[in-house]
């Protein structure tokens, strides 16, 4: 399988040789190209921001460990300031104890007494001298831890203002991402309204009818109108009615002219 694979592969590059010659690099990295701007382009935003959440999220061991390195360094300081501290002491001390030996000498003294004990002027000296390479070599150490001391702080003063850094950025892109999330529901939002559909077929459907039966009844009432001009009317046309149209006259005005009073009472009883 193995071995078709890899002679299916030189068989392809082969051919793309044969096809866009040294050019085929370059159609192979385009088109690589354009995979990945399509694969991405694909991607919901939804998963992009939970993945810039993740990033952002991945800081705080980051953050955790650069604050357990400033606190290891800053014990470190306080213990090398401590130390600082009991050595400039401790060379005072040894400097005061010089300095007096010193001024005894000067006295033209043979012999010197301390703390109950006698001490000549050559004892002395080898003292002083003593004293002095070790007082010599203690500033030497001092300077050292100095140097130390201050190197620490720097390196110490760095780490806060990275871890500084680092926290700010960190809020501020949490700030950014709280920003992209309402962003993106609002467009969300937008999106959901414009892509509405509203099914408006039966209130179509309904003034349809409405208009339909508005029809009807036009229709309806202009056959009525019409059959009512031929309703109500002598049927002069039959030819068993006689002809009174000579006394219509006489007719209307014997119909509507007022009787007396006693035929009215006589055609009553």
């Known amino acids: ?8 592969s030189a068989v392809a590059a082969l051919v793309g040789g044969l096809v866009f010659g040294h050019e085929m690099f370059s159609y192979l990295r385009t088109g690589a ?14 998963f992009e921001l939970e993945r810039a959440r993740n990033m952002v999220e991945h800081l705080v061991p980051d ?8 606190a ?42 301390y703390a109950s004990h006698t001490y000549s002027t050559k004892d002395v000296k080898r003292d002083l ?16 831890d100095q140097k130390i001391l201050a190197a620490r702080e720097q390196n110490l003063k ?3 203002d990275k871890l500084q850094g680092l926290m700010q950025s960190k809020k501020e892109l949490e700030v950014k991402l709280e920003q992209l999330q309402a962003r993106m529901e ?26 339909d039966l508005n029809k009807q009844l036009d229709i309806k009432q202009k056959v009525l109108d019409a059959e009512g001009q031929f309703t109500g009317l002598i049927p002069v046309e039959s030819p068993e009615t006689p002809d009174t149209t000579e006394d219509i006259g006489a007719q209307i005005d014997a119909y509507f002219s007022p009787q007396p009073a006693d035929a009215a009472v006589v055609v009553t009883e």
């Open 1 to 8: 399988m193995l071995r078709k694979l890899l002679v299916g």
């Open 129 to 144: 001298a003593t004293r002095f390479e070790r007082y010599k070599a203690a500033e030497e150490i001092l300077k050292a």
């Open 186 to 211: 609002t467009i969300r939002a937008a999106e959901t309204v414009s892509n509405l559909a509203i099914d408006d077929s039966q209130l179509s459907q309904a003034r349809k009818l409405i208009d």
């Open 63 to 70: 953050i955790r460990h650069c604050m357990h390195v400033i």
């Open 33 to 46: 190209h354009s995979v990945r701007k399509a694969v991405k382009a694909e991607v919901p935003i939804e």
């Open 158 to 160: 760095a780490n806060q």
């Open 72 to 113: 290891e360094q800053q014990v470190e300081v306080e213990h090398l300031q401590q130390q600082i501290a009991r050595r400039e002491g401790d060379l005072g001390q040894q400097k005061d104890a010089m300095l007096t030996l010193r001024n005894d000498l000067d006295s033209g003294k043979a012999v010197f007494v």
